[in-house]
Protein backbone atom coordinates (compact mmCIF):
# COMPACT_ATOMS: atom_id res chain seq x y z
CA UNK A 1 0.00 0.00 0.00
CA UNK A 2 1.25 3.36 -1.13
CA UNK A 3 0.67 6.42 1.71
CA UNK A 4 0.60 10.11 0.55
CA UNK A 5 -0.30 12.84 2.51
CA UNK A 6 0.25 15.52 -0.66
CA UNK A 7 -2.04 16.58 -3.24
CA UNK A 8 0.72 16.93 -5.50
CA UNK A 9 1.87 13.10 -4.75
CA UNK A 10 -1.45 11.74 -5.31
CA UNK A 11 -1.39 13.16 -8.53
CA UNK A 12 1.87 11.64 -10.00
CA UNK A 13 0.11 7.93 -8.73
CA UNK A 14 -3.61 8.97 -10.09
CA UNK A 15 -1.73 9.78 -13.44
CA UNK A 16 0.47 6.78 -13.44
CA UNK A 17 -2.62 4.14 -12.64
CA UNK A 18 -4.81 5.84 -15.39
CA UNK A 19 -1.41 5.92 -17.73
CA UNK A 20 -2.18 1.66 -17.45
CA UNK A 21 -5.54 2.46 -18.02
CA UNK A 22 -6.94 0.98 -14.70
CA UNK A 23 -10.30 1.92 -13.06
CA UNK A 24 -10.05 3.38 -9.77
CA UNK A 25 -12.36 3.31 -6.97
CA UNK A 26 -12.55 5.63 -4.41
CA UNK A 27 -13.77 5.23 -0.55
CA UNK A 28 -13.36 8.34 1.10
CA UNK A 29 -13.61 8.66 5.13
CA UNK A 30 -12.57 10.35 8.31
CA UNK A 31 -10.83 7.32 9.57
CA UNK A 32 -11.86 5.34 12.39
CA UNK A 33 -12.10 2.44 10.14
CA UNK A 34 -14.67 -0.70 11.04
CA UNK A 35 -16.28 -3.13 9.69
CA UNK A 36 -18.42 -1.15 7.48
CA UNK A 37 -15.59 0.95 6.03
CA UNK A 38 -14.35 -2.73 5.10
CA UNK A 39 -17.37 -3.45 3.34
CA UNK A 40 -16.86 -0.26 1.17
CA UNK A 41 -13.34 -1.00 0.03
CA UNK A 42 -14.24 -5.03 -0.38
CA UNK A 43 -17.38 -3.64 -2.68
CA UNK A 44 -14.70 -0.96 -4.45
CA UNK A 45 -12.11 -4.10 -4.71
CA UNK A 46 -14.86 -6.03 -6.64
CA UNK A 47 -15.60 -3.53 -9.49
CA UNK A 48 -12.43 -1.61 -9.95
CA UNK A 49 -9.01 -2.34 -10.39
CA UNK A 50 -7.37 0.04 -7.68
CA UNK A 51 -8.53 1.02 -4.58
CA UNK A 52 -7.90 4.31 -3.20
CA UNK A 53 -8.99 5.40 0.24
CA UNK A 54 -8.60 8.40 2.07
CA UNK A 55 -8.82 9.55 6.15
CA UNK A 56 -9.62 13.28 6.53
CA UNK A 57 -11.47 14.33 9.53
CA UNK A 58 -13.02 17.38 7.84
CA UNK A 59 -13.36 20.47 10.59
CA UNK A 60 -15.81 22.29 8.11
CA UNK A 61 -18.65 19.84 8.22
CA UNK A 62 -18.74 19.36 11.78
CA UNK A 63 -21.41 22.16 13.45
CA UNK A 64 -20.16 21.58 16.68
CA UNK A 65 -16.65 22.29 17.81
CA UNK A 66 -16.76 19.45 20.80
CA UNK A 67 -17.67 16.99 18.31
CA UNK A 68 -15.13 17.69 16.23
CA UNK A 69 -12.30 17.83 18.58
CA UNK A 70 -13.01 14.69 20.08
CA UNK A 71 -13.65 12.41 16.74
CA UNK A 72 -12.22 9.07 17.12
CA UNK A 73 -8.36 9.28 15.73
CA UNK A 74 -6.95 5.83 15.45
CA UNK A 75 -4.33 6.52 12.27
CA UNK A 76 -1.77 3.33 13.15
CA UNK A 77 -4.83 1.41 13.16
CA UNK A 78 -6.28 2.55 10.24
CA UNK A 79 -3.18 2.01 8.01
CA UNK A 80 -3.31 -1.59 8.99
CA UNK A 81 -6.79 -2.23 8.63
CA UNK A 82 -6.46 -0.82 5.06
CA UNK A 83 -3.57 -2.34 3.78
CA UNK A 84 -5.63 -5.73 5.24
CA UNK A 85 -8.63 -4.78 3.26
CA UNK A 86 -6.58 -4.09 -0.06
CA UNK A 87 -6.40 -0.25 -0.52
CA UNK A 88 -3.47 -0.06 -2.77
CA UNK A 89 -3.40 4.23 -2.29
CA UNK A 90 -3.87 5.86 0.99
CA UNK A 91 -4.52 9.38 1.17
CA UNK A 92 -4.16 10.72 4.77
CA UNK A 93 -4.36 15.02 4.39
CA UNK A 94 -3.90 17.66 6.55
CA UNK A 95 -6.20 20.48 7.08
CA UNK A 96 -3.65 22.46 5.62
CA UNK A 97 -3.14 20.71 2.53
CA UNK A 98 -7.02 20.39 2.16
CA UNK A 99 -7.77 24.01 2.78
CA UNK A 100 -4.99 26.24 2.48
CA UNK A 101 -5.83 28.25 5.33
CA UNK A 102 -9.44 29.25 3.90
CA UNK A 103 -12.04 26.80 5.55
CA UNK A 104 -15.10 29.31 4.42
CA UNK A 105 -17.22 27.04 2.34
CA UNK A 106 -19.42 28.19 -0.22
CA UNK A 107 -23.12 27.35 0.62
CA UNK A 108 -24.81 24.34 -1.38
CA UNK A 109 -28.57 24.53 -2.03
CA UNK A 110 -30.01 21.34 -3.23
CA UNK A 111 -33.96 22.25 -1.67
CA UNK A 112 -35.70 19.91 0.25
CA UNK A 113 -32.14 17.69 0.12
CA UNK A 114 -29.65 20.08 1.76
CA UNK A 115 -32.22 21.95 4.32
CA UNK A 116 -34.29 18.92 5.60
CA UNK A 117 -33.55 16.19 8.74
CA UNK A 118 -29.31 16.27 8.97
CA UNK A 119 -29.38 19.64 6.56
CA UNK A 120 -32.10 21.38 9.36
CA UNK A 121 -30.20 19.66 12.25
CA UNK A 122 -27.05 20.13 11.54
CA UNK A 123 -26.64 23.60 10.39
CA UNK A 124 -23.91 24.35 7.20
CA UNK A 125 -22.93 20.42 7.43
CA UNK A 126 -23.58 19.75 3.91
CA UNK A 127 -21.88 22.36 2.72
CA UNK A 128 -18.74 20.95 4.55
CA UNK A 129 -19.20 17.28 3.16
CA UNK A 130 -19.50 19.22 -0.45
CA UNK A 131 -16.58 21.57 -0.23
CA UNK A 132 -14.39 18.67 0.74
CA UNK A 133 -16.05 15.83 -1.54
CA UNK A 134 -15.31 18.24 -3.94
CA UNK A 135 -11.70 18.88 -3.02
CA UNK A 136 -11.31 15.15 -3.10
CA UNK A 137 -12.97 13.90 -6.52
CA UNK A 138 -10.91 16.85 -7.79
CA UNK A 139 -7.70 15.11 -6.56
CA UNK A 140 -8.54 11.50 -7.32
CA UNK A 141 -10.03 11.17 -10.62
CA UNK A 142 -11.82 8.43 -10.00
CA UNK A 143 -14.10 6.37 -11.75
CA UNK A 144 -16.48 5.03 -8.90
CA UNK A 145 -16.82 6.05 -5.80
CA UNK A 146 -18.63 4.16 -2.67
CA UNK A 147 -20.14 5.48 0.32
CA UNK A 148 -22.56 3.95 3.24
CA UNK A 149 -26.20 4.13 3.10
CA UNK A 150 -25.93 4.70 6.43
CA UNK A 151 -25.56 8.22 5.94
CA UNK A 152 -28.36 7.99 3.92
CA UNK A 153 -28.73 11.59 3.02
CA UNK A 154 -25.01 12.15 2.99
CA UNK A 155 -25.64 9.41 0.00
CA UNK A 156 -28.19 11.65 -2.03
CA UNK A 157 -26.47 14.96 -1.50
CA UNK A 158 -22.89 13.68 -3.36
CA UNK A 159 -26.03 11.73 -5.96
CA UNK A 160 -26.80 14.99 -7.14
CA UNK A 161 -23.31 16.55 -6.80
CA UNK A 162 -21.72 14.13 -9.19
CA UNK A 163 -24.69 14.66 -11.79
CA UNK A 164 -24.11 18.25 -11.77
CA UNK A 165 -20.29 18.88 -11.73
CA UNK A 166 -18.80 15.06 -12.07
CA UNK A 167 -21.32 12.97 -14.48
CA UNK A 168 -18.17 10.64 -15.26
CA UNK A 169 -17.92 9.29 -11.63
CA UNK A 170 -20.52 6.40 -10.74
CA UNK A 171 -21.64 6.58 -7.13
CA UNK A 172 -22.67 3.06 -5.48
CA UNK A 173 -23.88 3.66 -2.31
CA UNK A 174 -23.51 0.50 -0.10
CA UNK A 175 -25.43 -1.32 2.67
CA UNK A 176 -25.63 -0.01 6.58
CA UNK A 177 -23.71 -2.61 8.30
CA UNK A 178 -24.87 -3.55 11.95
CA UNK A 179 -23.01 -4.70 14.78
CA UNK A 180 -24.62 -8.59 16.12
CA UNK A 181 -26.63 -6.34 18.70
CA UNK A 182 -28.03 -4.43 15.82
CA UNK A 183 -26.47 -1.16 16.83
CA UNK A 184 -25.66 0.57 13.16
CA UNK A 185 -21.75 0.75 12.93
CA UNK A 186 -20.45 4.11 13.38
CA UNK A 187 -17.20 5.57 14.39
CA UNK A 188 -18.89 7.61 16.79
CA UNK A 189 -19.99 4.12 19.10
CA UNK A 190 -17.06 3.66 20.59
CA UNK A 191 -17.97 6.83 22.90
CA UNK A 192 -20.65 4.74 23.93
CA UNK A 193 -20.86 3.37 27.44
CA UNK A 194 -22.31 0.08 27.85
CA UNK A 195 -25.75 1.51 29.46
CA UNK A 196 -25.72 4.16 26.49
CA UNK A 197 -25.15 1.00 23.81
CA UNK A 198 -28.08 -0.16 25.71
CA UNK A 199 -30.33 2.85 24.99
CA UNK A 200 -28.97 3.43 21.81
CA UNK A 201 -30.37 0.11 20.59
CA UNK A 202 -33.99 1.74 20.25
CA UNK A 203 -33.13 3.73 17.29
CA UNK A 204 -33.19 0.30 15.61
CA UNK A 205 -36.01 -0.94 17.59
CA UNK A 206 -37.99 1.97 16.83
CA UNK A 207 -38.16 2.42 12.62
CA UNK A 208 -38.01 -1.28 12.66
CA UNK A 209 -41.05 -1.26 14.06
CA UNK A 210 -42.35 1.08 11.75
CA UNK A 211 -41.20 -1.16 9.59
CA UNK A 212 -43.36 -3.83 10.24
CA UNK A 213 -46.00 -1.82 11.13
CA UNK A 214 -46.24 -0.42 7.34
CA UNK A 215 -46.01 -3.05 5.76
CA UNK A 216 -48.10 -5.03 7.33
CA UNK A 217 -50.79 -2.70 5.73
CA UNK A 218 -51.01 0.13 8.61
CA UNK A 219 -50.98 3.18 7.91
CA UNK A 220 -48.04 5.48 7.16
CA UNK A 221 -49.28 8.19 9.23
CA UNK A 222 -50.93 6.13 12.11
CA UNK A 223 -48.13 3.71 12.66
CA UNK A 224 -45.48 6.88 12.69
CA UNK A 225 -47.63 8.70 15.54
CA UNK A 226 -47.25 5.78 17.47
CA UNK A 227 -43.66 5.08 17.62
CA UNK A 228 -43.09 8.76 17.25
CA UNK A 229 -45.34 9.02 20.68
CA UNK A 230 -43.04 6.32 22.28
CA UNK A 231 -39.72 7.92 20.86
CA UNK A 232 -40.44 11.19 22.65
CA UNK A 233 -41.23 10.31 25.55
CA UNK A 234 -38.03 7.84 25.86
CA UNK A 235 -35.61 8.29 28.82
CA UNK A 236 -31.87 9.65 28.31
CA UNK A 237 -32.19 10.11 24.82
CA UNK A 238 -32.92 12.94 22.94
CA UNK A 239 -34.73 12.65 20.14
CA UNK A 240 -33.80 14.72 16.77
CA UNK A 241 -36.23 13.30 14.39
CA UNK A 242 -38.10 10.37 12.93
CA UNK A 243 -39.79 9.70 9.92
CA UNK A 244 -40.68 8.01 6.41
CA UNK A 245 -38.89 10.08 3.42
CA UNK A 246 -38.00 9.93 0.08
CA UNK A 247 -34.54 8.67 -0.05
CA UNK A 248 -34.07 10.65 -3.31
CA UNK A 249 -35.36 13.84 -2.32
CA UNK A 250 -35.83 13.38 1.45
CA UNK A 251 -39.22 14.59 1.03
CA UNK A 252 -41.41 13.00 3.69
CA UNK A 253 -43.26 10.13 2.42
CA UNK A 254 -47.04 9.58 3.22
CA UNK A 255 -49.72 6.87 2.46
CA UNK A 256 -51.13 6.69 -1.32
CA UNK A 257 -49.23 6.77 -4.68
CA UNK A 258 -47.61 4.33 -6.30
CA UNK A 259 -46.14 1.18 -4.14
CA UNK A 260 -42.11 2.18 -3.84
CA UNK A 261 -39.51 1.95 -1.17
CA UNK A 262 -39.17 4.74 1.10
CA UNK A 263 -36.92 4.87 3.81
CA UNK A 264 -37.32 5.33 7.92
CA UNK A 265 -34.86 7.30 8.87
CA UNK A 266 -33.88 8.82 13.04
CA UNK A 267 -31.03 10.84 14.70
CA UNK A 268 -30.73 11.30 18.42
CA UNK A 269 -28.50 12.16 21.45
CA UNK A 270 -27.62 9.32 23.41
CA UNK A 271 -26.02 10.81 26.67
CA UNK A 272 -24.12 13.77 24.26
CA UNK A 273 -23.23 10.91 21.33
CA UNK A 274 -25.51 11.57 18.50
CA UNK A 275 -26.37 8.64 16.59
CA UNK A 276 -28.10 7.94 12.64
CA UNK A 277 -29.58 4.75 12.03
CA UNK A 278 -32.64 4.30 9.04
CA UNK A 279 -33.61 1.00 7.59
CA UNK A 280 -35.92 -0.20 3.95
CA UNK A 281 -39.80 0.18 4.14
CA UNK A 282 -42.09 -1.06 1.25
CA UNK A 283 -44.83 1.40 1.04
CA UNK A 284 -48.53 1.47 -0.62
O1 LIG B 1 -19.00 9.96 5.48
C1 LIG B 1 -17.90 10.46 5.82
O2 LIG B 1 -17.06 9.81 6.41
C2 LIG B 1 -17.62 11.92 5.47
O3 LIG B 1 -18.78 12.68 5.56
C3 LIG B 1 -16.93 12.09 4.11
C4 LIG B 1 -17.83 11.64 2.97
C5 LIG B 1 -15.63 11.31 4.07
C6 LIG B 1 -16.61 13.56 3.88
O4 LIG B 1 -15.78 14.06 4.88
Known sequence: ??????????????????????????VPTMGALHHGHESLINEARKSCDVVVLSVFVNP????????????????????????????DLFFMPDVEEMYQGEL????????????????????????????????????????????GEKDLQQLAVIKRLARDEFPGVQIIGCPLIRD?????????????SKDDR????????????????????????ETLESVLTSAQQAQSLELEYLDIVNP??????RSGGEKNEAFAVIAAAVNGVRLIDNCRILCS
Open 1 to 26: MITVKKRELLAEEVRRLKSQNLQIGF
Open 60 to 87: TQFNTPSDYTTYPATLDADLQCAERAGV
Open 104 to 147: EVDAVDFGTLTHSFEGRHRQGHFDGVVAIVRKLFDAVKMDCAFF
Open 180 to 192: TDGLALSSRNVRL
Open 198 to 221: TRALKLNAWIHELKEGIEAGSSIE
Open 248 to 253: ETFEPR
